[in-house]
């Protein structure tokens, strides 16, 4: 069973997210326990607050510049988390990454190119190609026993004379993969070799998990950066998504001109002052706490697989390399009971009275899988599977 584990810092209190306008609360029934859409349920680090705080001091929220002092702190949060820096003259700031996703589509590709979308994946991917007019060119992840790898001879495959742009999902949502340097290598040389602007979505790559390490594509060498837009965020990470805010690097001078013409001309090149304070603030002062919180659910992970393995083993739990979302193989299960996937969902919502993602929703290869979101204070969490095990065990 999980059990409290206790800590510097608190994730263990329950704070009252409904009526709040909360998505991830307000939007599910009450009595339902909503462990689905990727927010935690986590007060973050005390420094944003006060950061707030002190800029809510002065009266007046009038139109503002990103300061200098904000460029300072991204890279320096770069270069002590992954070893690599996000020099400001590579920077443009948008208004958070999926707006900073469709604005790359936007500026590289035409309607009707072709955009690599690797599944199953963060179910918005697929939607921002759509937006634009633009194919979604499917290139399937292998998976043996929970872990995933990429089919690269399907990738090359699937790759016609118009598909111009590969969606990477690193780490990846929602199998919970860092993909490895020579996997990365692999995809490197292929974007190279068959001309395709990648855009790296590494929202997630903060929450790396011990004793996994991440690295960036861009991160592989001039030849691949230079032809890479990589997008960054603090909103996973300190629980912040409410302060939209995003950061995307581009080493290429004439790729990052044209970048910034595609922000300015969608809008999305403005970020609002708290979210500037607030990142800022999160990115000098966070640490010890992200630090906290890698240990807190790396220990909740291995006590989720528990409670699988001697519970409910028909239920797989893969490991997790990075973030707060677990990928659950429910194959087994339904071939048992008979269940298909709108049923299984059914039985879990109305039955169980547990909110998870439903697997489908993210593209072919999420047929059988639930992602359950584990940010939560283990009290919630435990009884979420306790209603889960009782309904299905």
């Not at 009450?30 to 005390?46: K, S, T, V």
């Not at 979604?136 to 016609?160: K, P, S, T």
């Not at 004379?161 to 919970?176: A, D, F, K, Q, W």
């Not at 299984?344 to 547990?354: D, F, G, I, M």
């Amino acid at each position: 069973m999980i059990t409290a584990n206790p800590r510097r810092f608190d994730f263990h209190t329950q704070h009252p997210r409904r009526g709040t306008n909360s998505i991830k609360w307000d939007l599910v029934p009450e009595g339902r326990l909503p462990l689905w859409i990727a927010d935690m349920d986590f007060a973050p680090p005390q420094a944003i607050a006060e950061a707030i705080r002190e800029r809510l001091s002065h009266p007046i929220l009038g139109y503002s510049l990103v300061s200098e002092s904000f460029y300072e702190a991204l890279d320096a949060f770069q270069r002590e988390q992954h070893l690599r820096g996000m020099p400001q003259e590579e920077v443009s700031v948008v208004s958070a990454v999926m707006p900073g996703v469709k604005a790359a589509i936007e500026c590289f590709t035409e309607p009707g190119d072709g955009v690599v979308v690797q599944a199953p994946v963060y179910t918005p991917f697929f939607q921002s190609v759509r937006d634009k007019n633009r194919r979604v060119v499917l290139n399937h992840l292998r998976e043996q026993d929970g872990y995933y790898r990429f089919d690269l001879d399907e990738l090359d495959a699937v790759i016609d004379e118009r598909t111009r742009m590969l969606l990477l999902c690193s780490p990846h949502n929602p199998v919970g993969r860092i993909w490895t340097r020579a996997e990365l290598e692999a995809v490197a040389d292929l974007a190279v070799r068959r001309d395709l602007i990648v855009i790296s979505d590494e929202i997630h790559a903060d929450l790396r998990l011990d004793p996994y390490k991440f690295l960036g594509i861009a991160g592989l060498g001039p030849e691949i950066a230079s032809r890479t837009v990589t997008l960054v965020s603090p909103s996973k990470t300190f629980n912040i998504p409410g302060c939209a805010v995003a950061a995307a690097a581009i080493s290429d001078p004439e790729l990052r001109k044209r970048y910034r013409k595609a922000l300015k001309a969608t809008g999305t090149d403005h970020v609002t002052t708290p979210a500037v304070i607030a990142t800022e603030a999160a990115y000098r002062h966070g640490t010890p706490w992200l630090d906290a919180l890698r240990g807190y659910l790396a220990e909740t992970v291995q006590q989720v697989r528990a409670v699988f393995a001697e519970r409910l083993p028909q239920v797989g739990a893969a490991p997790v390399e990075a973030s707060f979302v677990m990928w659950l193989d429910f194959r087994r299960l339904q071939r048992e009971r008979g269940l298909d996937d709108e049923q299984l969902q059914r039985v879990l919502r109305e039955q169980a009275q547990v909110e998870l993602s439903h697997g489908p929703v993210f593209g072919p290869g999420g047929e059988g899988f639930q992602r359950l979101n584990i940010a939560t204070p283990r009290t919630l969490l435990r009884e979420a599977l306790d209603r889960i095990v009782r309904v299905l065990g």
